[in-house]
């Protein structure tokens, strides 16, 4: 058959759009293939083909609101697709209630099924429970007739009659085969317990042979399949009942360690966090307000802690009456300088103290242990009396029990008196008067108690309730009175210590030693510190590397009222500080650290002005005061903090001393390079400067001043800052004279004719013009004529002709004021 047979292709009718595509198969065969596309027939109404009122079965609409260029038959051909979409919704409707009723169908079959199921379960273990209950009691039941049987039987064989052993046993076993029977009964329930015990586990023979060896799934296994089946039947899981938490919530935390109080998914917090607008992981730290939020947000309750909790550790307990102890009394010897405290305490310790101090006056506390004759041990405290050291009276008197105040019989009660006095009252603890040097021909103890009365002290011999020793550390005279009467203030007291706790003390002394470290002089008042152990003071933490008491012996321990030197702190403490003994040194080192920021930010919320009025006030203020800036470094604590407290009294409001560092220990390079950045001298009390510091120091050109008392420091910080003092204008009126007539000459310019009517007028004086009692010009004389002749003064009642510098508005009758100004050199009071 050709192409040409007159029959017509196969083909769809229209205007078809036809191409040839290229195929490509394997093996590189090809194949072209006519592709045909049908266009879209379109058709589009002839204007007036269905006129209205042509008979027509479909509703042909209102023609005014029928989009322009719609025909009838394509507007009953919309209205017929609308209707059947209608249809089709109304029959999807009708399909989806039928398929939702036939699931909740299907639910209720499945929830009765496993209920049923459960049910047949139950019953199941019912009857196995009741099955095993009806075997053992068969058992038992057969073991009693076993040995029922063998009992019978040797019973039997213990008295056979001769016409028993050949007669028929009438159907029962012979006794003989009673143990038998038992025996395989036995082996028979032992078997058969196995092969329960066995029953649904894969043996390695079963595995072996292909015999059944399919293991049956537990019994819990068995009900988390029910679980989940009756769950899915019931349309959804059950959630389990949360838990919900008290979750601690520091300063900060970070997001991991919340997630883990609150026992949620890290994930889910870290979501949480997002959501609000945080993009943080969980190793990243949050703020405590933004914990707040999360923890609310997951239902759990919010428990806020703050930093200052750390030191709950050591929060002081209160000793029951039963674990108290009697401990030594603590005396503190206070009294104005050179009024003999340390030449009594010698007296009374028989030892040579005042002679390792400078200038013979004390300037440290030393703690010392004394035993009476009596047996009684005293510890005492001697405190300097000078004006400087107010700090170091003051922890004197808040660790001790009773004060001894000495007052020296040729003197009267001074001003460090009063304030050891002060003290002693603020302490609330009593005190006894010692009235030391009555072997001093001008000594008149009479005098001191008399003194003693304006400040409120009535001494015994004045009918009061003081004690009053009259002593003398020279000779010794009333030294065991003094002792005796401390005996009796101590045992009125009841002093008493549990030394069965952690340690607690007070830190009297603290200095940097260079061979020891950081070295605390500490009086223990409750418990007993031991070598070993972990402890906090103040910003500082340490373990307790050795002991050692006031004689300079190693000890192993130290109970109430012992003052000991303690070794292994990481710094030098501050005078005053309380120490408390830790379980563990990261406790301690946590408290520590806390104390120390929390000290920083006191300081820089100190040192910062709040209000930017408050700035401009101060930088005002400091551009008219000159400083003086000095660095001072001394042995121990108390010395430097004595030294800074007398610095900031000396000054005005012209001049002031600023101390940049105060430190404890040797004088080092670091600080010769702060005292050469602000050019400033150091003052080195009772330390000097290694050797490093010492070439650094002649290098840059930094002051060293090295002092041992307290007073030559003072007074040369004193003499500095008065040089930084403007010298102060002194004026002295020496005349006066009256113009009696003005001149005028050439080259000169007016001149006055004058009288001097008081005092003397000099060249080189100043001069003020005086009209009407108001001061009009001043200024310097441009000439000094008596007569023709220039002079360099004219006496009182001598006519002179004068001429100002730079000016001429001079008139008659005008008044000449002479004077004369003086530089006085000032001093810091």
Do not use: W
């Amino acid at each position: 058959m050709s192409d040409s047979d007159g029959k017509k292709t196969l083909g769809l009718r229209g205007a078809p759009r036809s191409g040839n595509v290229k195929q490509s198969f394997s093996h590189g065969r090809t194949k072209n293939v006519v592709v045909e596309t049908k266009r879209k027939r379109v058709v589009v109404p002839k204007p007036g083909a269905s006129k209205p009122g042509a008979g027509s079965s479909a509703p042909s609409g209102d023609p005014s609101r029928r989009p322009a260029g719609i025909s009838d038959a394509e507007m009953a051909r919309r209205l017929k697709a609308v209707q059947a979409a209608k249809a089709r919704e109304a029959e999807e409707t009708a399909r989806r209630a039928a398929e939702e009723k036939a699931r909740a169908e299907d639910r209720e079959r499945r929830r009765a099924e496993a209920e049923a199921k459960e049910r047949e379960q139950r019953e199941a273990e019912e009857r196995a429970k009741q099955k095993a209950a009806d075997e053992e009691r068969q058992r038992k039941e057969s073991e009693e007739n076993a040995r029922r049987a063998a009992a019978e039987a040797a019973t039997a064989k213990e008295a056979p009659k001769p016409e028993q052993r050949s007669a028929p046993t009438g159907g029962r076993p012979a006794p003989s085969e009673a143990p038998r029977r038992e025996r395989e009964q036995r082996q028979t329930r032992g078997k058969g317990r196995d092969d329960n015990r066995r029953s649904g586990k894969l043996t390695l023979n079963q595995a072996l042979s292909g015999g059944e060896g399919n293991r049956q799934k537990s019994l819990a296994a068995m009900k988390r399949k029910q679980e989940r089946a009756r769950q899915k039947a019931m349309g959804g899981s059950v959630e389990r009942e949360k838990v919900i938490r008290d979750v601690q919530v520091p300063e900060t935390i970070v997001v991991s360690e919340l997630a883990n109080r609150m026992a949620e998914r890290v994930g889910d917090v870290v979501k949480s966090l997002m959501n609000m607008g945080m993009m943080v992981t969980q190793n990243q730290s949050i703020d405590a307000d933004t914990a707040e939020l999360i923890i609310e947000e997951f239902g759990h309750n919010v428990v806020r802690v703050s930093d200052a909790d750390v030191e709950d550790v050591i929060a002081d307990i209160e000793d029951k009456d039963d674990d108290l102890e009697p401990r030594p009394a603590v005396i503190t010897i206070m009294g104005h300088v050179d009024h003999g405290k340390t030449s009594l305490l010698d007296a009374i310790r028989d030892a040579k103290v005042v002679a390792g101090e400078a200038g013979g006056i004390t300037q440290h506390i030393g703690a010392y242990q004394v035993k009476t004759d009596g047996g009684a041990t005293l510890t005492f405290l001697d405190t300097p009396g000078h004006a400087a050291f107010t700090s170091m009276r003051s922890r004197g008197a808040q660790v001790t029990d009773i004060v001894v105040l000495v007052v020296a019989a040729d003197d009267a009660v001074m001003p460090q008196t009063i304030e050891a006095i002060n003290h002693a009252k603020a302490a609330e603890v009593p005190m006894i008067v010692a009235i030391n040097k009555v072997d001093k021909p001008d000594a008149n103890p009479d005098k001191v108690r008399t003194d003693l009365l304006q400040h409120e002290v009535i001494v015994e011999k004045m009918s009061g309730e003081v004690q009053d020793v009259e002593v003398s550390a020279i000779t010794g005279q009333g030294l065991d009175e003094l002792l005796e009467a401390i005996a009796l203030q101590a045992e009125i007291l009841e002093l008493k210590a549990n030394s069965d706790r952690a340690a607690q003390g007070a830190v009297i002394e603290a200095q940097l030693d260079v061979g020891r470290g950081p070295v605390a002089t500490v009086l223990v008042q409750k418990g007993t510190l031991r070598q070993g152990d972990i402890f906090v003071v103040g910003e500082q933490y340490g373990k307790v590397r050795a002991l050692i008491n006031d004689k300079g012996d190693r000890v192993k321990e130290a109970g109430p009222s012992v003052p000991v030197e303690v070794l292994g702190l990481n710094g030098t403490p501050e005078a005053g500080d309380v120490l408390n003994v830790t379980s563990t040194e990261a406790q301690a080192r946590e408290i520590a650290d806390y104390r120390e920021q929390a000290a920083k930010d006191k300081r820089a919320a100190a040192g910062a002005a709040t209000t930017l009025e408050q700035l401009m006030q101060k930088a005002k203020e400091d551009e008219s005061v000159s400083e003086l800036p000095i660095l001072v470094k001394a042995d121990v604590q108390g010395s430097a903090e004595a030294i800074v407290q007398a610095m900031e009294k000396i000054g005005n409001d012209e001049v002031r001393v600023r101390v940049l560092h105060s430190g404890v220990g040797a004088i080092t390079e670091t600080d010769i390079g702060l005292a050469e950045a602000s050019g400033a001298p150091v003052m080195g009390f009772n330390v000097r400067a290694n050797t490093s510091a010492r070439n650094t120091a002649n290098q840059k050109g930094v002051e060293i001043r090295y002092y041992s008392v307290i007073y030559d420091l003072v007074d040369d910080v004193k003499a500095a800052a008065s040089g930084l003092l403007s010298a102060e204008i002194k004026e002295n009126f020496i005349g006066y004279a009256e113009i009696k007539d003005v001149f005028k000459v050439s080259n000169v310019g007016k001149v006055a004719g004058c009288l001097v009517t008081e005092g003397v007028a000099r060249r080189s004086a100043g001069v003020r013009l005086l009209r009407d009692n108001v001061v009009i010009h001043e200024g310097t004389l441009k000439t000094l004529k008596r007569f023709k002749d220039e002079v360099a003064e004219v006496q009182s009642g001598q006519e002179c002709g004068m001429a100002f510098e730079n000016y001429d508005d001079i008139r008659k009758g005008d008044v000449i004021e002479i004077f004369e100004r003086e530089e006085v050199t000032r001093t810091l009071d």
